[in-house]
């Protein structure tokens, strides 16, 4: 019988606030997701009034030591669309590495939200495989991120995290809705 914790892990619908205010207007905003059915733990978290950072790993796993990670950001508002932030974002990862290696490929697209793939394959440090949900408001932007360095189960993960990154979705609240 699946443990408590596990069964939690699985429904449980994780809230991120942001306040934000519009137009003089008090603006909640909760990025709501899941997680798969293992269990997860909150490794790591910071926030200022302008952005937030909290990373997940695997109970039995550390952020300086992980194998899979779920990272969720909430950063300020960026001026250019959803997939120029692709663009520049995977031009940067190529320069902190040989340009070939790094594959990528956009699998959703609007023009305020991006679900998109990367990695870089073989057995090197740097491998791993990354999905990368990009959400833009008027007031923040948001990224759901789950990345995993067992590249012989990437096909394994892959229906799994791709589903759950592209059903993550914002709540808003407050005045400035």
Known sequence: ?????????????????????????????????????????????????????????????????????????????ITISAYEYYAEFIKSLKKGVNPAEVKSNVLKQKENDLLFEWAIPGNGPLAQHEWFRLIKTPQSTWV?????????????????????????FLECSGEGK
């Open 144 to 168: 759901l991120r789950y990345t995993t360095k067992k590249l012989n189960e990437v096909e394994k993960q892959r229906p799994i995290w791709e589903k759950i990154l592209d059903s993550a």
């Open 1 to 77: 019988m699946p443990s408590f914790l596990k069964i939690f892990s699985f429904l449980c619908t994780l809230l991120l606030m942001s306040s934000s205010l519009v137009e003089g207007k008090e603006r909640v905003e909760r990025l709501l997701f899941s997680f798969d059915n293992r269990e997860w733990k909150a490794g790591f978290q910071r926030s200022d009034p302008i952005s937030s950072i909290t990373e997940y790993t695997l109970n039995d796993e550390a952020v300086d030591n992980w194998t899979e990670l779920v990272t969720v950001q909430k950063l300020v508002p």
